[in-house]
């Protein structure tokens, strides 16, 4: 008996709902006085399916189409809040440099002759170029201190002690530092911060590879094994491709990502590793090397231990990965970068870094 009523429901509540339709008519003499319902509320609506945030360099030539439903076919007007120009759905924009930065784009799409019945979709539109805006870093080492046995945070907060006097050297911009891959590293007190976002990004040469050829950048810890912070070049000799990897604080092989690029020696590369949610992503020089992308967020938060510099170190499980060559600009940010942001940070250096 199940089956038939089933079967005839459909049928059941579309007489019902003509019927409705019916008594609505034949009510139309009557003074009817009901409120509005909500716009959101109205099946007559337009809808705006979610558009990702746009990344941009000055000069890129911007197309995007936004329709939205059209539930009734009655016809939408679309208008354009913000920079650029919008034809129907589609939204063009050309930015310049005045641009540089973050641009809020809002396009509302209403049904002709119902105003009111309308959706907004915003997004913003990031530009690079040589003013692209990136957030402030929460730590940054820039090595320009030109001597001393302490690398500078600009922000003060974790300075760097430096053992075995490391070289000054030049690098990307301003100084660096040269590690001699045996008794030079540097080693802070003080840990990163809890994360929920992540860039690490920094500058690296290679000057010759050491007997175990793995070489950390800089590595923070959680004093036991497994579960760390870093950015680590690795090597061949370690059964590995030298190729970069970076660690999010999710256990083995969760934590783990690897770069596609690889690396040769006395040459300065830009690398950086973002994280976001369940998606990582690594940079070499500026453009997009892999996505990881995992089941559950990664993890960034958690017991700190120390941070690494040229060298891995966890406490009691010491590794040393000594870096035998140059380390410029280290920058740590809690928030992922956008692709425009990274590239920007190539941009700014790569000429003094010999592209
Ligand atoms: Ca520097
Ligand atoms: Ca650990």
């Not at 008594?23 to 003499?29: E, I, K, M, R, Y």
């Not at 040589?130 to 300075?159: C, H, I, K, N, Q």
């Not at 590793?273 to 940079?283: C, E, F, K, N, P």
Request: net charge negative; charged share 20%; with cysteine.
């Amino acid at each position: 008996m199940t089956y038939p009523f089933l079967s005839y429901s459909p049928l059941a509540l579309a007489g019902a709902a003509s019927l409705g339709l019916l008594l609505a008519c034949s009510g139309l003499g009557d003074p009817v006085i009901e409120p509005d319902p909500p716009p959101a509320a109205n099946p007559s609506a337009p809808v705006f399916s979610a558009h990702d945030d746009v990344t941009a360099e000055t000069g890129d030539s911007l197309a995007v189409t936004v329709a939205a439903t059209d539930p009734k076919g009655l016809g939408l007007v679309y208008t354009l809040d913000g920079p650029g120009a919008l034809d129907g759905s589609k939204w063009t924009w050309a930015p310049d440099s005045a641009a540089a930065g973050s641009n809020t784009v809002r396009i509302i799409a209403a049904v002709k002759g119902h105003p009111e019945w309308a959706d907004t979709l915003t997004f913003d539109v990031i530009v690079a170029g040589a003013a692209a805006a990136l957030p402030p870093p929460v730590a940054y080492w820039s090595f320009d201190e030109g001597s001393g046995a302490t690398a500078r945070d600009a922000l003060g907060r974790r300075p760097i002690a430096l053992y075995g006097n490391p070289a000054r050297v030049n690098g990307v911009s301003g100084g660096a530092l040269r590690f001699n891959g045996n008794d030079q590293y540097g080693e802070s007190v003080h840990a990163f911060p809890d994360m929920t976002e992540q860039t690490l990004s920094a500058w690296f040469y290679l000057d010759t590879l050491t007997s175990t050829g793995t070489a950390t950048i800089i590595q923070e810890s959680d004093g036991t094994g497994g579960h760390d912070n870093e950015l680590t070049i690795n090597s061949p000799e370690s059964g590995y491709a030298r190729n970069l990897m970076y660690r999010t604080r999710d256990p083995d092989p969760k934590g783990l990502h690897f770069s596609k690029t690889t690396f040769e020696v006395r040459k300065w590369y830009h690398v950086a590793g973002v994280a976001r949610g369940d998606t990582v992503r690594l940079y070499v020089n500026g453009t997009l090397d892999v996505t990881d992308v995992a089941a559950t967020p990664y993890n960034l938060a958690g017991y700190h231990f120390r941070i690494q510099l040229a060298r891995w170190s966890d406490g009691g499980f010491v590794r040393e990965r000594k870096l035998k060559g140059r380390i410029d600009e280290v920058k740590l940010f809690d928030k992922a970068l956008t692709a425009a942001q990274v590239r920007a940070e190539w941009n700014r250096h790569k000429t003094a870094a010999g592209y």
